[in-house]
């Protein structure tokens, strides 16, 4: 990201208050001797990562971390960004307020997943505010609002264990509307992201004009359902097979999350092993996670995590996702919704699927990228927000 873009104007609202980050110097100096003071499992034909993550490569990014990562001038980036804290409903939401820089922004509010943090989506706000620097039409320009998950980085939770999906697209629909003061907006996500954009869109279209996503939600699949396509058959079967796959993770975040919390919030080695598995293995790096993310972005996502201590209420989104918003074959979002599939996501369902429960009006097959758009393809994806934005405005 170009920190020289990202200024923006401040909300003035009396339940919002500028926030700094600035970690304490002992919470570095802990760091640097819990990463020199690793003690490394045995490995053994783990070349292709079919165990986990790589050996080699973790030592390498911890021997940088410990020795060369700059927190510091990290944080000077991060802080040129205009950031924010609100109280709403008793909740902290940090959040990034990026004013568009053109005539007329629409706003926007867009939202990340896991094990992503706010800094994902940095670059997608900066092309949105700012797309004449892009070389975009500057008419096509947003008002960004990027908040930080409930339980996530700099959004400490402050009411039970967790708060459900469905509540978090009120908290959002508050922030924006009564906040900050948008009487209507567009909204993005995915992953988690695209759950929480979902429900604005289902439970909120009196404020929410439009949704757009990168990914999509099952829909209804009950006896009063229409059959499925092949193409769906396909999609399932695919599923079904990534679960079985890829899924260990999400099934020990759903059922068993603190167990693995003490590791992860006491091993800053654990933590780096336990996100930077994922950040290879769903974008669209062809086994090279430094194809797409430099040890830098993926230092700071993991740094995020470390000096916030957030790891295990952030896993809890999975043992709490059960939660009370199961649909029926009469409902659906009605705004207009948007779809963006890239190929190495981790599905890639079909038209069909989506408009089961949406109403898909702009749909679109990207021809690179994987589950972290915003930060991949930030080029792509923003152009794919001010197409399907425009008539909108």
Known sequence: MDPST???????RASVKPFRIQVEASVLEDLRARLQRTRWPDEFDNDDWRYGSNRSF???LVAYW???YDWRAQETVLNRWSHFIADV???PIHFVHVRGGGPRPLPILVTHGWPSTFTELLPLADRL??????????RDNFDVVVPSLPGFGFSPLRSGPQIARWRVAELWRRLMTEVLGYPRFVAHGGDIGAGITSRLGFAHEGWVTAIHLTAVRDPYL???APGLSAREQQLVAEMKAWDAREGGYSHIQGTRPQTLAYG???SPTGLAAWIVEKFRNWSDCGGDVERCFTKDQLLTTIMIYWVTETMNSAMRYYFHSHEPWTITAAERVDVPTGVAIFPKDLSRPPREWAERFYNVQHWTEMPRGGHFAASEQPDLLAADLRTFCRQFR
């Not at 990202?6 to 003035?12: D, E, H, I």
């Not at 505010?129 to 500057?138: K, L």
């Open 66 to 68: 410990a020795t060369a």
């Open 58 to 60: 973790l030592r390498t």
């Open 264 to 266: 992860l919030n006491d």
């Open 129 to 138: 505010a700012h797309p004449d620097r892009f070389g975009a039409d500057p």
């Open 222 to 224: 009950g006896p009063e």
């Open 6 to 12: 990202v200024v923006g104007a401040s909300p003035t």
């Open 89 to 91: 409903d008793g909740q």
